[in-house]
């Protein structure tokens, strides 16, 4: 069925290009996977899960000691699976934050009445590798160290191989919330002692949104029983009910399921990571290049940028109204995403999803039509 407005943009599928944190632009394969209906029993979903499940720790160079454990649901639900799971009643996490995604973790363990320190920096600026150390040092009923990969807030690339050596050196669990960065920026859990990192099915590996996962260390995941404080997010149960029947416990998403694995054979065949990671970095790079040359300012300076999703500053021009640049945009076929920063006025543009540079730069010749419509003089003064 063809929807009045579709077929006309840069999608495979002619709809407008999402240039957003998530849900993202999936290649048109991804979505004919979904057209099935198979039962949860069925041999052939059986055997997707099963590469699904195999596939996904190789990304992290889990190797035998890490196993995936997927969860029904977005993003947050993995992140509470593995908070909840994986805390026991008298651990203490201390958790850095430094955007909205750090705070929700917070939050989940205030509902889950799991104790927390909170480390917490400007949206602009890294966890402190010092004050991290002094608070570890200082409070030795601190058991988990909770980190963001890269914080969508701002787009910022925390430094999580200082995190995870401090981690390692005062002998606390790590654990990540890779949600943005899983499949385009490398990770080697083994290597910086992950006890387990929660990722989606609808970020960087292109799938559609219904699944996520978390990677845990398989001695963590079996020393979890009984410590989860819900029965849907319980990880050491899921594991093992996928483990002993091969079936998950609830309804599983099938759908997103299959289209996840022709996703993860794409990201197969673009060298994985590597390949990923290179093609992000290619619309980053596109993108904060071509939006400067229209006087636009991002928010992070390029060391602390991360190749998914940059914050720009809002243009100081009483002309520019982010409503109207917003929809010029969508007419174009360009959804672009409001900010969702305390310090400053901003938007954001996404670098990932099945969109190459060449999208990059139909998004900025966009940019540039629906900046002239509003009548915003080019280029941007630069703010004081
Ligand atoms: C997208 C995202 C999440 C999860 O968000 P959902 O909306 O639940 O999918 C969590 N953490 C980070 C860093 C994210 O980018």
């Given amino acids: 069925m063809t929807l009045p407005g579709q077929n006309r943009f840069g999608s495979e599928t002619g ?55 997927p969860v029904q649901g977005s993003g947050t639900f993995a992140v509470e699976a593995m908070l909840t799971s994986l805390v026991p009643p008298g651990g203490r996490v201390l958790v850095l934050v430094n955007g909205a995604y750090g705070a929700r973790a917070r939050r989940i363990l205030e509902i889950a009445h799991r104790a927390s320190v909170v480390h917490q920096t400007p949206e602009d600026t890294p966890p402190d590798p010092p ?24 787009g910022i690339l925390n430094p999580l191989a200082e995190i995870a050596s401090l981690a390692a050196r005062h002998g606390r669990s790590l654990l990540v919330d890779a949600m943005s960065s899983f499949g385009a920026l490398p990770l080697d859990a083994p290597a910086l002692g992950c006890t387990a990192i929660a990722a989606s099915a609808n970020k960087c590996l292109e799938g559609v949104p219904g699944l996520a996962f978390v990677i845990c260390e398989k001695r963590a995941l079996v020393a979890a029983k009984g410590t989860a404080t819900t029965l849907t997010l319980d990880l050491e149960d899921q594991w093992r009910a996928l ?28 060298d994985g990571v590597a390949g990923r990671g290179r093609r992000y970095a290619e619309n980053c790079r596109v993108l904060t290049e071509g939006m400067r040359r229209l006087g636009f300012r991002p928010l992070l300076a390029g060391a602390l940028q991360a190749p998914i999703i940059v914050t720009f500053h809002m243009p100081r021009d009483p002309q520019f109204i982010f409503q109207r640049f917003y929809d010029g945009l969508k007419a174009r076929g360009f959804v672009i995403y409001p900010g969702k920063l305390t310090v400053a006025e901003s938007f954001r543009i996404g670098c990932i999803g ?3 540079p060449g999208d990059i730069r139909a998004a900025l010749a966009a940019v540039e039509a629906v900046l002239a419509e509003m009548g915003v003089a080019l280029p941007l003064p630069a703010a004081a």
Avoid at 25 to 51: C, E, I, Q, Y
Avoid at 132 to 150: Q, T
Avoid at 248 to 268: C, G, M
């Fill in 131 to 154: 004050a991290v150390a002094r608070l570890l040092a200082g409070d030795p009923a601190i058991s988990h160290v909770f980190a963001v990969h890269c914080e969508t807030t701002s």
């Fill in 243 to 270: 483990e002993s029947t091969g079936q998950y416990r609830f309804t599983p998403p099938i759908h997103v399921i299959a289209a996840l694995h022709r996703a993860l054979e794409e990201f197969r065949a673009e």
């Fill in 354 to 356: 099945r969109i190459g």
């Fill in 15 to 69: 709809d407008p290009l999402l240039l957003t944190p998530g849900p993202l632009t999936t290649s048109k394969a991804v979505k004919a996977a979904m057209l099935h209906d198979w039962g949860s029993r069925d041999p052939v979903f059986l055997a997707l899960n099963r590469d699904i499940l195999a596939w996904l720790p190789e990304i992290v160079a889990g190797g035998a000691d890490y196993v995936a454990v």
